[in-house]
């Protein structure tokens, strides 16, 4: 399977399910497994890959997080906790989709493909929602309640693209082998 896809897979797996409050979030972390899969295929079909180093950092801290909060007990912790707790736990995986949309939409302009824009409107929301998130909850700026859902928004566009466009060659998948021709002589 393409590098973009397991990370589509898993990206998914995270944003649309929910554990039970009396039970481990196994699917958090096997999403973030999966995103962690994608990112090391990637990386063995792309070694020239913009924020290489970054990546691996963030999408590591990110599992860890996800396994350190998957219990019900630091589940309801955190649902208890200060908002910038809340946030602080949700930039590794937010900050790791933010720095793939800016490598993959770098590698994107770079071979010409017209979606490389795309990938740079992800990064964009994800990144613009982190800062009004601080800003709402630290500033009191509370005209910006709402803001979250750009945040969402990009999150959900980085699956759809991961998904369309895992399958270009800039994008680490393997160029597909033309099929043999068969001679059909009269």
């Keep these: 399977m393409k590098p973009l896809y397991w990370i589509a ?3 998914a797996v995270v944003v649309f399910t929910a554990a039970p409050a009396d039970r481990y979030d196994v699917a958090e ?7 962690l899969v994608g990112y090391v295929r990637l990386v063995r079909a792309a070694p020239d890959l913009p924020l290489r180093l970054t990546l691996g950092y963030l999408a590591v801290l990110a599992l ?11 589940r309801a912790w955190l649902d208890d906790a200060d908002p ?4 602080a736990s949700s930039l590794p995986a937010l900050g790791f989709q933010a720095a793939l949309c800016h490598a993959l939409g770098t590698r994107a302009r770079e071979a010409g493909a017209r979606s490389g824009w795309t990938w740079f409107v992800a990064e964009t929301a994800i990144l613009f929602s982190l800062v009004a998130n601080v800003l709402y909850d630290g500033a009191g700026w509370r005209w910006l309640y709402g803001v979250g ?17 895992g399958s ?6 393997e160029p597909s082998e033309p099929e043999p021709s068969e001679d059909v002589s009269p």
Excluded: K, N, Q
């Design 168 to 173: 270009a060659p800039w994008a680490g998948a």
């Design 9 to 11: 897979i898993g990206l």
């Design 84 to 87: 910038a707790v809340v946030w």
């Design 64 to 74: 860890v997080v996800a396994a350190v909060l998957s219990p019900p007990g630091a």
């Design 29 to 35: 972390v096997l999403g973030c497994l999966l995103v």
């Design 149 to 165: 859902t750009v945040g969402l928004a990009g999150v959900l566009l980085v699956i759809v693209l991961c998904a369309l466009l």
